[in-house]
């Protein structure tokens, strides 16, 4: 047998039961890291907008950050987030379920460059194929954002940006590391008068290794990624190109059976952004997405045996209007997406169109030590028809450099096609929504450190469960579940020129009002802390991620689900960077340095201890 996705569904049961710069280390020279209140992002209102000026909570992986961990995936470093839970199904390449704040993985929008990937199918963006050498920085903003950005953002908006050149030079790097992976990138950068292009690539090859417990056969992976951005300027137009795409072959277990699958995940967007008069700057931008998943072997259950698939094709034309009316910001805007899925899963088959359009309108004020934010979203969804949404911030400054802060707001999630009419589906589903309620407060105690605490309390209603019932013995999707989720965050973080140390410490109790029980893979607790250190051509680290335990979903004999308890786990990461002459730089990290053994998903594979080293050369 053979099934579609089988790496996001293998698991099929217990998975639908739920333009900033970057710092440069030069030979014996050291520069400073930025600081959060550098930073400037886009995500959180969809104006550019100082990190410092945002009420709600905002996080930055930065280009160092990214360059340091050599990372295979980005998962891994949103793993390295408090309040981030993630659950890999086995080695590289193979899928990965993203919690953020306790909600489902299919809570989140994911944008490259601010084109949704989610695909229209299982919901879960195929972030492990998302490569992190063609990355600038990443965005997260956690709470809801549906009067932004309409359905799915419940637990928060990841927007992932390529790489933009700040001058022309480039890089070109080759890796190796345990389970034979072999990675080779490479990057041109050109920027003149006339405008600018970026154009970057990676290419890596993994043996892997066994995903279940017990298994002796590795599972390999292959992954090729190109990106390419391109600005200019003509007739007082801004003018920007950006596209993205992954694709290769990732292998995977069947039920015990060795398989594999053939993948493309891709973005493109054509902007044109310019001023119509002192006051108002409009933004135009038609993008395309393709989610594409298809298996080599036959789907036994299909009335005409072929190969399984899954395939998404998404058109967005996102018209974004900003003006400045006194003391007031406005932003106001539409998202029209037209959306095509296809899919064969288990011997199901679907060919679904759907369309939707989002209305909104933002209002930031700011009046002196008071700082307010209102916006409200209209939706409407060709299956599930008008949808409004809403948040309202408010922000005190009770002296120079501490903000406390107090928010409300609403989501929703209409159901994909997959709910609907995939395996289990079921076309009567209403979408599930959710009421958010925060404060928080963030304190610079001085010109090297920050701190900052959040608490909050989500209800989503109508979650959608896969259940087994008498009517339906091999399972259906319904709206029955009702969740809370309450937490408390806390992060501190110190910058010198020659350290820089993080620590983040999250609680949360992601509750089912229904049993009574803990979410499945979502810990109470986890906590993330790094220290770096400059030490004039040489750069050491060390990271640390701990745990606490999750409860999961085991199977019995007759298939029966059972659940269990995974134990908590600490793991450390060091990393070095050593800066030669003439832009050379050789870099080495060993992940898992204890070698410990531990559990995402009960019955799959992790990591022990590996090396993986790379040498990188710059030039301008």
């Not at 979502?522 to 051509?537: D, K, L, T």
């Not at 745990?547 to 007759?558: E, Q």
Request: charged share 20%.
């Amino acid at each position: 047998m053979s099934i579609s996705t089988a790496r996001r569904i293998s698991a099929f049961p217990a998975v639908l039961a739920l333009s900033i710069a970057s710092p440069t280390v030069i030979a014996g020279t050291t520069t400073a890291w930025p600081s959060l209140d550098e930073y400037v992002v886009v995500t959180a209102t969809r104006e550019p907008e100082a990190v410092a000026n945002i009420l709600a909570p905002v996080s930055v992986i930065d280009r160092d950050d990214i360059d340091r961990s050599l990372a295979i995936d980005i998962t891994q470093l949103l793993g390295q987030q408090p309040g981030i839970d993630i659950t890999p199904y086995g080695g590289p390449g193979q899928t990965v379920s993203v919690f953020i704040r306790g909600s489902n993985s299919n809570h989140t929008v994911f944008l490259v460059d601010g084109i949704r990937i989610n695909p229209g199918t299982i919901g879960v963006a195929a972030l492990q194929n998302v490569a992190p050498d063609l990355i600038d920085h990443i965005e997260i903003v956690k709470g809801p954002r549906s009067a932004l950005y309409g359905t799915d953002a419940i637990g928060g908006v990841v927007n992932i940006l390529t790489r933009v050149p700040t001058s022309t030079g480039g890089s070109a790097r080759v890796g190796y590391g345990r389970f034979n992976t072999r990675e080779t990138s490479g990057d041109l950068d050109l920027k003149g008068d006339a405008g600018s292009l970026s154009l970057a690539t990676r290419w890596l090859e993994s043996d892997g290794f066994p995903i279940y417990e017990g298994d002796t056969l590795n599972r390999g992976y292959r992954n090729l990624s190109e990106s390419l951005t391109g600005h200019t300027h003509i007739e007082g137009v801004d003018l920007s190109v950006h596209a993205w795409n992954a694709s290769g072959n990732t292998q995977y277990s069947d039920f015990g059976t060795p398989a594999d699958e053939n993948y493309r995940n891709s973005i493109g967007a054509i902007e044109a952004s310019g001023r119509l008069s002192d006051h108002w700057a409009t933004l135009l931008r038609l993008g395309r997405m393709r989610d594409d998943l298809r298996q080599t072997a036959i789907d036994s259950y299909a009335a005409n045996p072929t190969p399984d698939y899954e395939v998404t094709n998404r058109t967005t034309l996102d018209w974004q209007n900003s003006i400045q009316l006194g003391a007031h910001a406005i932003t106001a805007g539409a998202l029209w997406m037209d959306e095509t899925t296809r899919a064969l899963v288990y011997g199901t088959q679907f060919d679904v169109t759907t369309h939707s359009t989002t209305g909104y309108v933002e209002d930031r004020v700011n009046l002196g030590a008071h700082h307010l934010s209102a916006a409200v979203g209209s939706t409407r969804h060709s299956t599930f028809g008008n949808h409004g949404t809403y948040s309202a911030e408010y922000g005190f400054e009770s002296s120079p450099g501490t903000l406390w802060t107090a928010s409300i707001g609403s989501a929703f999630r209409a159901p994909d096609s997959t709910d609907r009419f995939g395996y289990g589906g079921n076309p009567a589903l209403r979408p599930e929504t959710s009421r958010n309620l925060e404060i928080g407060a963030r304190r610079r105690i001085n010109a090297h450190q920050e701190i900052s605490f959040a608490a909050y309390d989500n209800r989503i209603d109508n979650l959608i469960v896969f259940n087994y019932t008498a009517d339906n013995p091999n399972g259906i999707n319904l709206n029955v579940g009702r969740t809370r989720i309450r937490g408390l965050e806390a992060n501190w973080q110190y910058t010198t020129d020659s350290w820089r140390a993080r620590l983040g410490v999250a609680h949360q109790e992601p509750i089912s009002l229904d049993s009574g029980s803990q979410l499945i893979r979502r810990s109470r607790w986890n906590a993330n802390g790094s220290i770096e250190r400059v030490m004039g051509a040489h750069e050491l680290g060390l990271d640390a991620h701990l745990s606490g335990a999750r409860p999961d979903l085991t199977y019995d004999a007759n298939y029966n689900p059972v659940t269990v308890s995974l134990g908590g786990f600490t793991l450390l990461d060091a990393t070095w960077r050593w800066s030669l002459r003439h832009g050379l730089m050789i870099q080495a990290k060993v992940e898992n340095l204890l070698d410990k053994h531990y559990e995402y998903i009960s019955g799959y594979n992790t990591m022990r201890r590996g090396v993986f080293g790379a040498i990188r050369y710059d030039f301008h």
